[in-house]
């Protein structure tokens, strides 16, 4: 299974863009990468998924270079609401599906 | 969409008690639903993988004696936490797959067991 690798936290301001980088320089041919967001007492939730190149939804955006060994979350203009733990997950059906979370990123958004 | 819940949303036992955790997806199909475990700080531990029907594949290190899960149906599963300790007292989460093939998980909103 591959290992991601972030940063333990990190600190924005309101309004302000934020990029939270995953490493995962063992990521497999058939392996996805799926961002999770999870408030303190809450499950996780599905933010954003890719396997390569630049995938935005209504809430964010994921850029994965060409060599897929790294991925980078965006969230534009963030707000109080987002302070929570962002968690980046790599798998496939190759692995039975076991989803192994990392430490995550504590993102705290000041005001 | 793709909503799932567990039940009890948290729960106080007594030491040597057994507890039951239900986690089910209320608007699809779960061929698959994971159970990780969490305690304060730290991140999700997968603990196993259940699919419907067959039983459950758990992670090294995580007594399935202990941790009885059942998944019966394609919308339920469940977690018993037999002989609890207060060492089990963690936060229970539960996630659901729709179908194989699909990368998405689905997860429950947690249940907080306490042992006394």
């Known amino acids: 299974l591959a290992k991601t690798t972030q940063p333990i936290s990190m600190d924005s301001y309101e309004g302000q863009e934020v990029n939270i980088t995953c490493s995962h320089n063992?990521?497999?041919?058939?392996?996805?990468i799926t961002w999770y967001q999870q408030f303190p007492s809450q499950g996780p939730r599905f933010i954003i998924q890719g396997y390569k190149t630049k995938v935005t939804n209504e809430v964010a955006s994921l850029f994965i270079p060409a060599d897929r060994k790294s991925s980078t979350l965006s969230l534009p203009r963030v707000s109080l609401s987002d302070t929570a733990v962002y968690y980046c997950l790599v798998g496939g059906e190759g692995q039975g599906f076991s989803f192994i979370f990392g430490k995550g990123t504590r993102l705290l958004v000041k005001p | 969409g793709a909503v799932v819940s567990q039940h009890p949303s948290w729960v106080i036992c007594k030491s040597g008690t057994s507890v039951k955790i239900e986690c089910r997806s209320l608007d699809f199909q779960a061929t698959t639903m994971f159970w990780y475990r969490q305690f304060p700080k730290q991140s999700l531990m997968l603990m196993a993988t259940?699919?419907?029907?067959?039983?459950?594949?758990?992670e090294q290190g995580v007594e399935k004696d202990k941790f009885l899960i059942n998944h019966a149906s394609l919308t339920l599963s469940t977690l018993t936490v037999t002989s609890a300790h207060p060492e089990d007292s963690s936060f229970y989460i539960c996630s659901a797959r729709a179908q194989t093939g699909v990368h998405e998980q689905y997860f429950g909103p947690g249940t907080r067991l306490t042992v006394t």
């Open positions: 259940s699919n419907e029907g067959s039983k459950a594949t758990y």
């Open positions: 063992n990521i497999a041919t058939n392996d996805y």
